[in-house]
């Protein structure tokens, strides 16, 4: 029997929203839908193009307002890519995904999940940098929500239009610390964007189901201020006691309009993003994917090369380059794996050495936070706490940079770790490309193709041995879709730090170097549905454990996974 879906449509001229579809995923789905003409083609989420059917058309109005010709949806696909292929940078196809994004999403969509390998570096890292510097050149249409500070008494009203009555995943960002970019402010709304379109080529959460949110608290980028095209708030950022009450003011109204929504933190500043996680991830469904999801995939790599090598971490000794709030949370992460593996806390502690711009971190530094003290070293009197001095005496076997400074990793710190440790695992993990403290081609030429590499931002496979590697990418990607299915499948109320090492597990268990020596830490990111699956059911079963979730079966949760799993294809239309 045929089955039929309903959706909503944004209100128009301030008049209640037309009820165009509701209810479940069929099987074999006709989607009823209110629109016709211009309205129905200018719906990104309705449109089809040319794949309009000569019945649509005629029920649907839209003789005339398209060419005669008839497509499939792969032969739109097909000429989108000869489309993009001809374009001359990876920035101008990255604006042409946009302007698809915004007028076919099925289309986008369908893109994105054939040929994700392609298609990642474009909507996000490394392209999306450049997109959030450009943001006020690119911007055509609206997507999510900008909530400027001048606004706040209107926050409610924004977010209560019935649009948005299905959103179940949120990414917000300030615009602060856009990946190694610093301050974008409005442009920082790029980042959302790209992530939440990763939510959906990855684990099949339905775009309709998310929302891009950029909260313009200002910007302190000289640049932007005096750029008279600058689309955002044209102000010096708002800080202390007003930022705070803002940030508050947004969350009770999130909490108010969705009380169950997935809120996800993306690029606030160092200042700002751990104080934010601590304040709200008791009060609902929240995370911040730069601490946790960082740490996460990073735990998953370096877990990944000790299981092929049967090493434990707790016999490694770490090396930090930045001791900003991603640092913090993956030695954190990396801590609780010591832990689990029945170090000590003073054991474990001992095994891992921090530092940032003035050196390594050492107990009774002020200024340091919480997270600092507790890897800060109480070991270290007259000795110096240069990173190559440190190198040097602490005989590392990890060396993880997340310090947003390019090259820092050099030759002599390569060649220094190589000559203590039989396989180093070296993570240059800045981003974007321009900022990673080093190449992969270097670690492999200065460790004599020893090391382990995985880094932050994509770069082109290595020849090793007349032979081609894959170089692997922390890429939060392998969690954060996972992830959020997981929150939504369960309806967990919480999202807890056992359940970003669960997703660290269920990804590692996927890792190719355990059945291949000559394998990668990770899987290619061709895999990363399969490894949305694993994470989300791993996460899942944490939650469970954990309590912040109704209980449910094995089986009931691989239903509810599956049931949301949205896959880009057209459907037929039948006029209501």
Not at 117 to 125: F, G, N, R, S
Not at 226 to 240: C, D
Not at 468 to 487: E, K, M, S, W
Request: with cysteine; hydrophobic share 40%; charged share 25%.
């Amino acid at each position: 029997m045929t089955q039929h879906m309903f959706f909503f449509l944004p209100a128009i001229s301030g008049e209640t929203a037309p009820t165009i579809f509701s209810g479940d995923k069929p099987m074999t789905r006709t989607l009823s839908v209110a629109l016709s003409g211009q309205d129905l083609l200018n719906h990104p989420f309705l449109n089809k193009g040319l794949a309009f059917s000569s019945e649509e058309r005629d029920a649907f109005e839209l003789h005339g307002l398209l060419p005669k010709a008839v497509q499939t949806l792969d032969q739109q696909v097909e000429a989108a890519l000869k489309f993009l292929d001809a374009l001359p940078s990876p920035f101008a196809r990255h604006v042409h995904l946009r302007e698809l994004q915004d007028t076919n999403e099925t289309l986008f969509y369908a893109l994105l999940t054939r040929k994700i390998d392609a298609m990642l570096p474009l909507v996000y890292t490394p392209t999306v940098g450049e997109a959030c510097q450009r943001f006020s050149e690119i911007w055509r249409r609206p997507r999510g929500l900008f909530l400027s500070y001048p606004e706040r008494e209107s926050m409610e009203d924004i977010l209560d239009n019935p649009a948005y009555d299905d959103v179940r995943v949120i990414v917000v960002t300030d615009g602060e610390r856009i990946l190694g970019l610093g301050d974008q402010g409005a442009g920082g709304m790029g980042i959302p964007i790209g992530k939440l379109s990763l939510y959906t080529t990855c684990a099949g959460i339905s775009p309709d189901q998310t929302l891009p949110i950029v909260l313009d608290t200002g910007t302190n980028n000289q640049d932007l201020l005096q750029n008279p095209a600058y689309i955002g708030w044209r102000h010096e950022r708002v800080r202390g006691a007003e930022y705070d009450a803002f940030i508050e003011r947004f969350v009770t109204a999130v909490q108010t309009r969705w009380p169950h929504v997935a809120l996800h933190w993306e690029d606030f500043s160092g200042a700002n993003a751990a104080p934010i996680l601590e304040r709200y991830r008791d009060r609902l469904c929240t995370f911040n994917d730069d601490i946790q999801g960082t740490a996460a995939v990073t735990t998953a790599a370096i877990l990944s090369a000790n299981a092929a090598h049967d090493g434990k971490l707790k016999d490694e000794t770490i090396v930090m380059l930045g001791a900003g709030s991603a640092g913090v949370g993956i030695a954190k992460l990396l801590l609780q794996v010591m832990l689990d593996e029945g170090a000590s806390e003073e054991d474990a502690l001992a095994r891992f050495y921090m530092l940032d711009q003035d050196g390594l971190l050492l107990d009774g530094r002020e200024g340091l936070t919480d997270g600092q003290a507790l890897f800060a070293r109480k070991d270290w009197k007259d000795r110096p706490t240069d990173f190559e001095s440190v190198m040097r005496e602490c005989k590392a076997s990890i060396l993880i940079g997340v310090s947003g400074v390019k090259g820092l990793f050099t030759e002599t710190i390569v060649r220094e770790m190589s000559k203590t440790c039989k396989r180093p695992i070296i993570f240059p993990l800045s981003n974007p490309t321009s900022h990673s403290e080093a190449t992969p081609e270097d670690i492999m030429a200065w460790s004599d193709e020893r090391a382990l590499v995985s880094t932050g931002s994509p770069f082109p496979p290595l020849d090793l041995h007349g032979r081609t590697h894959r170089v692997d990418q922390t890429n939060n990607a392998y969690i954060f879709p996972g992830l959020g299915l997981c929150l939504l499948a369960t309806g967990a109320t919480r999202v807890t730090d056992s359940m970003f090492m669960a997703a660290a597990r269920g990804l590692a268990s996927l890792s190719p170097l355990r059945s291949n020596p000559d394998g990668n830490l990770l899987p290619p990111v061709t895999q990363l549905r399969k490894v949305a699956l694993a994470v989300a059911e791993a996460a899942a079963r944490q939650a469970r454990e954990d309590g912040v979730c109704p209980s449910f079966s094995d089986d009931e949760l691989l239903e509810r996974i599956q049931s949301l799993v949205w896959t880009p294809e057209y459907c037929a239309y039948e006029k209501i």
